[in-house]
């Protein structure tokens, strides 16, 4: 049984909630599971990304489930357009763009994301390099556009919702997508996932866990490390005060300028060429180190030198 409190103990019941439905299992059991609360604030988007020959039929699907449920279902269709960009990516910058149109004031979009796939963004995560923060468990609200982004089901596992959808009797759409095994997500949910959890029980859930630490942990170096040195955590920095400091600080110092001016994070590999160019060696006017996201989904970022300073900015 999954409790009311913990259903929504992160959502405003008194604000406008908008329910991302694709018609998948998770979205499903959001959408019956808030319906049957009796939350009646609620209102559905459905996203067609006219990925698949079944999106039509998943459409009419989703309109027919929230019909049947007395809930309005907001459709929208759109085109992705890669662009360099991986297919999840492009998808997601998509649905997100929906997602801010949509979100007034203090609004709300609740989607159905659990256990399970913070188990698997913390493993496509770790395998492609990624630095502690990247570790971190999903949020389970942030800000989005004006209003809020909710994952209600974060704590719950795959298998608890499967077994409400059961005991429910509620249908569901399957996307043959979810199997194809070019996409590094789906290679992680049906290979990689299903292979360790035959030795270790659980295992997505203890890997959530795990995440959920770090997470944690996090946070609270954060306060530390902003509380001693937040006075150099800025776009343009004396190169003395960070040779001053030991380096491990000066790499955070770095970062944390550069994640507050809203630039992609530079991987190790250049972390390490801005530490050489501006503290171990003579830097001087045409010093300069820049990196992209492959993404995309934040701007690259360039370091220079000025007047004795590193400066930190969107490249050019």
């Not at 006017?285 to 934040?298: C, F, G, I, M, Y």
Request: proline content about 2%; hydrophobic content about 35%.
């Amino acid at each position: 049984m999954i409790s009311f409190e913990a259903l929504t103990c992160h959502i405003d019941l008194d604000k406008k909630i908008y329910v991302g439905y694709s018609g998948g299992p998770d979205s499903t059991a959001l959408l019956h599971l808030l319906h049957s609360n009796n939350i009646s604030n609620i209102e559905a988007i459905h996203i067609n990304h006219n990925l698949s020959s079944n999106s039509a039929e998943w459409e009419g699907h989703c309109r027919q489930m929230a019909k049947k449920l007395g809930i309005r279902c907001h459709v929208e269709s759109v085109e992705i357009k890669i662009d360099g960009d991986g297919l999840e990516s492009a998808a997601r910058k998509a649905r997100y763009k929906i997602f801010t149109k949509y979100l007034q004031e203090g609004g709300q979009i609740l989607l159905g994301h659990h256990s399970n796939d913070v188990a698997e963004t913390f493993l496509l995560r770790l395998f492609r390099g990624t630095g502690v923060d990247g570790l971190e468990s999903l949020n389970v609200k942030r800000v989005v556009g004006n209003g809020y982004l909710v994952r209600p089901l974060i704590n719950l596992t795959k298998e608890e919702i499967m077994m409400y959808l059961k005991e429910n009797n509620i249908s569901y759409i399957k996307d043959e997508s979810n199997y194809e095994q070019e996409q590094d997500r789906n290679y992680i949910r049906n290979n990689i996932i299903p292979s360790i959890e035959q030795r270790w029980i659980k295992a997505s859930s203890r890997i959530s866990n795990t995440s959920d630490f770090i997470k944690i942990k996090n946070q609270s170096y954060e306060i530390l490390f902003q509380e001693k040195f937040k006075h150099l955590i800025k776009r343009k920095i004396k190169v003395k005060d960070l040779k001053e400091i030991e380096e491990q600080f000066v790499v955070d110092i770095i970062r944390h300028s550069i994640k507050k001016q809203n630039i992609a994070m530079p991987s190790k590999k250049v972390i390490e060429e801005i530490i050489k160019t501006f503290l171990q060696s003579n830097p001087g006017p045409k010093s300069l180190v820049a990196w992209t996201r492959a993404d995309n989904d934040q701007p690259g970022g360039e370091i220079c030198y000025q007047d004795g300073c590193i400066i930190i900015a969107k490249k050019q």
